[in-house]
C-alpha cells in the first residue's frame, strides 16, 4: 500500500472513531479526484443540466458524513464506497429528472464511452442501477471493479491498485461486466421475477 493511501486509511479510522477533524485532512486529499471524475461526467450532460460537478461533489461529501460509521479497511475501500455513492447520486437525479421530464425528448447522455448505450439523464440509469444490483448477487467484485472504473473515474491500473487485482483481471471483470449489462438492458436475455 502506498503512503497516501495508509495515511488515508489511518485518518478514515480516525475519523470513524469519532475524531472530527480527521475527515478535514481526508478531503483535501481525494476532492481533487473527486471533481475530475464529476465533471468528466457532467461534462457530456445536455445543455442547462441542473447537476454541477460542485453539487455532486458535496453531495458526496454529505452522504459520506452520515455513514460516519462505516468502517473502511482500506483506501480501496474508501474509495469503492465513494463509487456507490456516486452512482447512487446519479440514479437519484436520474429518478427525479425522469418524473419532472417524462414525454419529453431528452438527448442522449453517454456515462461513458464504455457505456454509451447508456443515458444517465434518463431512466436508462435507473435499469443500469437494477441491472448492477442483479449482477452483484451474482458477482459483487465485478460490479465493485466496474463502478470504481466508471463511476469513480479510475484508470484500469488505478482501479487494479484499489482492488487488489490483476490489470489482465480487471480488464476481463470489465468486459464481462459490460457485455452482461448490454444483454441485460437490451433485452438479450429475460428479466428475473
Do not use: C
Amino acid at each position: 500500500m502506498s503512503t497516501e493511501g495508509e495515511k488515508i486509511t489511518q485518518l478514515l479510522e480516525e475519523w470513524r472513531l469519532g475524531d472530527q477533524s480527521a475527515f478535514d485532512r481526508i478531503a483535501p486529499a481525494v476532492l481533487d479526484h473527486l471533481r475530475e471524475v464529476a465533471r468528466a461526467y457532467l461534462t457530456r450532460e445536455r445543455p442547462g443540466h441542473t447537476l454541477q460537478a460542485t453539487a455532486l461533489v458535496n453531495e458526496v461529501f454529505l452522504r459520506l458524513i452520515d455513514s460516519q460509521r462505516v468502517r473502511y479497511s482500506s483506501r480501496a475501500h474508501f474509495y469503492a464506497f465513494a463509487a456507490k455513492l456516486m452512482r447512487r447520486i446519479l440514479v437519484d437525479s436520474a429518478r427525479s429528472g425522469a418524473a419532472r421530464k417524462r414525454g419529453s425528448s431528452l438527448e442522449r447522455v453517454a456515462l461513458a464511452p464504455e457505456l454509451a448505450w447508456v443515458d444517465a439523464a434518463s431512466e436508462e440509469m435507473l435499469d443500469l442501477d437494477l441491472a448492477l444490483a442483479e449482477l452483484a448477487g451474482l458477482d459483487p467484485q465485478k460490479v465493485q471493479t466496474l463502478e470504481i472504473r466508471f463511476f469513480l473515474g479510475a484508470t484500469s491500473e488505478e482501479t487494479a491498485d484499489l482492488t487488489g487485482q490483476s490489470r489482465a483481471k480487471v480488464d476481463r471483470d470489465i468486459k464481462f461486466a459490460l457485455s452482461w449489462l448490454h444483454r441485460r438492458l437490451r433485452g438479450s436475455f429475460p428479466v428475473k421475477t
